[in-house]
């Protein structure tokens, strides 16, 4: 087995780990909703292997980088998505009349470019000792630096916001 088969092996199971982790954390939540605790419960465990593994694997290929490498990569696949991948899913969904994929697909778009933004000024920064708290939108994914009266960009109220 060459080198490149092997590189390409860890970053499929990278991705393969990874989406199970999300899936089964949706599992996990629809559980709860069903009052289903111990299925619930099971779920959360596995996503959280998942994670584990996926981070082995994405440490074994070498892509972690020191930070400021890493503010880069981010910057560039956050743009990436905004600029290039949302704008077409999103055109995608309206010639097909899909409203629902259309709304989150332009609440990732519009998040993914405050991502970027805000990696880029952690970029400049990267030596600033001063510590920082951002705050996590629940429902589109937006982040900001203050707590929002509400969400720019779907409007959920500030007090739902996660602080970081």
Do not use: W
């Amino acid at each position: 087995m060459s080198e490149n088969k092997t590189m390409d092996n860890l970053m499929e199971a990278f991705a393969g780990e990874s989406q199970a982790n999300r899936k089964y954390t949706a599992y996990a939540k629809q559980a709860e909703k069903e009052g289903k605790t111990n299925a619930a419960k099971l779920f959360r465990a596995a996503a959280d292997a998942e994670t584990l593994h996926a981070l082995k694997h994405f440490e074994v290929a070498g892509k972690i980088g020191n930070t400021a490498a890493n503010l880069k990569d981010a910057v560039a696949g956050e743009t990436h998505e905004y600029k290039d991948m949302y704008p077409d899913f999103v055109k995608a969904a309206e010639a097909e009349g899909n409203k629902a994929a259309v709304r989150t697909f332009t609440y990732a778009m519009k998040a993914e470019e405050v991502h970027a933004r805000l990696y880029a000024k952690a970029l400049e920064d990267v030596d600033d000792a001063e510590e920082i708290f951002y705050y996590l939108c629940p429902v589109c994914g937006n982040i900001e630096k203050e707590r929002p009266e509400n969400c720019p960009i779907c409007g959920v109220p500030g007090s739902k916001f996660i602080e970081y």
